[in-house]
């Protein structure tokens, strides 16, 4: 009966832990179509062997560093390159960073892992993280300026974004709180990049309004958002990069950096 119960205990574990590694592998190898078949694979590994997740001291690690061990043997997590990416017109991008920079940025900044952790993940000495995590924050000052549209109904929020864009070096082409907005907007400023809540105001959709968006022009977009597990489903073409709220500066600074490389939804 006990052990009934730790396997399942496992399993919910895991369930909880793959979206978000989803959300990691689409972001570490630029692609939503490739990093969805890494995971596909390290599931069907899970699946057949739980015992390799199973023995972890946490299991969430644990799916990520298993993830980061059949990489190994069985190919590359390496950006795919695109000519008709934002960031083969821009020239800078997250993944001009070594492949070694960025996955330790993404463990930590995104996923939230401690330097430690990510370390354990990724099979290396501690020292090499955090030093890997450094220059890895340089390498994000390189980035070229984008203009940037935010769709946001709560004022507070949609000016501190703001302000992080600009701080970052990019420029903020407007700030939307409905559809309606967001659209004329996109189609005045044809910004390089969207960032765009879910829920907007009244019966507003942040995602209504990129898909109408995407109508007219092709831009990466990238949603802020209290449910991030909600996008993060693998049953349909999504965002290029997905961050959760409250969100860290560098987070948002690094998602820009990734979704550069990436054709939004």
């Not at 997740?53 to 190919?75: I, S």
């Not at 997590?77 to 920079?101: C, F």
């Amino acid at each position: 009966m006990a052990e009934g119960v730790a396997t399942h205990r496992i399993s919910d574990a895991i369930s909880q832990a793959l979206p978000f590694l989803r959300r990691y592998a689409r972001a570490v190898t630029g692609s939503q179509k490739q990093g969805d078949e890494w995971v596909r694979l390290c599931a069907e590994v899970v699946l057949q062997q739980p015992e390799l997740v199973a023995q972890a001291e946490d299991t969430r690690r644990g799916v990520f560093a298993l993830f980061h061990r059949l990489q190994q043997p069985f190919g590359t997590l390496d950006p795919a390159a695109s000519e008709n990416s934002v960031s083969g017109r821009l020239k800078e991008s997250l993944t001009d960073m070594a492949p070694l920079q960025r996955k330790v940025l993404l463990l930590t900044v995104l996923e939230g892992f401690t330097v430690e952790d990510a370390a354990r993940i990724l099979g290396i000495d501690t020292e090499v993280a955090e030093r890997n995590l450094e220059e890895a924050r340089r390498e994000l000052q390189r980035v070229a300026a984008v203009r940037i549209l935010v769709i946001e109904d709560e004022a507070v929020i949609a000016l501190d974004v703001a302000d992080i864009v600009r701080n970052a070096g990019h420029q903020v082409v407007g700030i939307a709180a409905t559809e309606k907005t967001a659209v004329e907007l996109a189609r005045q400023h044809a910004p390089h990049l969207v960032l765009a809540d879910i829920q907007l105001r009244g019966s507003d959709s942040g995602i209504v309004a990129v898909n109408e968006i995407m109508r007219s022009m092709n831009v990466p977009v990238i949603f802020v958002t209290g449910y991030p597990e909600r996008l993060l489903t693998g049953k349909r073409v999504e965002p290029a990069f997905v961050i959760s709220k409250p969100f860290d500066p560098d987070l948002l600074r690094a998602a820009i950096a990734q979704a550069l490389d990436t054709v939004a939804i």
